[in-house]
């Protein structure tokens, strides 16, 4: 897909407060960066960035990391994020205004103010280099949607469910890690199942080719783009996880 370049996308990123700009020199430190002891999960190639700030406003005690290595895919992420910045802001005003707290409750641990996402950062990266910013362990989960099919057979290992990503993937999660990986192209996901049973350190933990339909898998799942946009045109979804040994 070509992707039409946006001259303002780089300022953008370099000045806005929740992209992280050198992450390399966080490398062992995300739990400082976030101020928290919460867990890290992590969503690679976030596109628009809809699932991933669902995910952070529904559970606030668990840390979110957008990676998308194109930058003007991570400007309109952003552009959501501050757009979903102000509609909180005026319902903290609002519930101020009516004698309400704009301070949620602390009784989570998170003391979040209901006007600031804090749970969510964003990284301009190749996923290839998840190795030289997280340290081993230091992310619970990564979620896979939607991602290039790199239909080719010669471009096989750049696909993100390939054994050469499955293999950087098991350097940063830890025993227990999961992935979770969601996509309509049916020949991808039969080669990302063939990948993660082949691959040494992954279980297979459950899969189906219809997740709109399989109620245990579906319970919680949260849409995306481009998840919402197949499915209305009758595509069935694909959804499997894996966990690291």
């Not at 992420?77 to 704009?102: C, N, P, T, W």
């Not at 890690?177 to 350190?201: C, M, P």
């Not at 995306?224 to 946009?229: G, I």
Request: glycine letters at 8%.
């Amino acid at each position: 897909m070509r992707l039409r370049n946006i001259p303002r996308a780089d300022r953008v990123i370099k000045e806005h407060k929740a992209v992280i700009k050198r992450p390399e020199d966080q490398r062992g430190c995300w739990r400082q960066v976030f101020g928290n002891e919460f867990p890290i999960h992590m969503e690679i190639g976030m596109g628009k960035g809809k699932f991933l700030l669902q995910m952070a406003a529904e559970h606030p005690q668990i840390n979110y990391i957008g990676v998308e290595r194109y930058s003007s895919v991570l400007l309109r992420a952003l552009e959501r994020y501050d757009a979903e910045e102000e509609v909180r802001k005026e319902k903290a005003v609002k519930a101020a205004g009516y004698g309400g707290i704009a301070q949620e409750s602390e009784k989570d641990g998170s003391s979040r103010s209901r006007q600031e996402l804090r749970n969510i950062r964003f990284l301009c990266m190749d996923a290839g280099e998840v190795e030289s910013i997280f340290r081993p362990g230091e992310v619970e989960r990564i979620y896979l949607n939607f991602s290039d099919p790199w239909p080719k057979a010669r471009h096989a290992r750049r696909r993100l469910t390939s054994g050469e990503f499955l293999e950087k993937y098991a350097h940063v999660l830890p025993t227990g890690g999961r992935i979770e990986f969601k996509t309509d192209n049916t020949e991808l996901f039969r080669f990302s199942l063939e990948q993660i049973r082949e691959a040494a350190g992954w279980i297979l933990e459950e899969y189906t080719y219809d997740l709109h339909h399989q109620e245990e898998m579906s319970r919680g799942n949260v849409m995306t783009e481009y998840e919402e946009k197949f499915s209305a045109k009758g595509n069935p979804i694909h959804k499997m996880v894996a966990v690291r040994k």
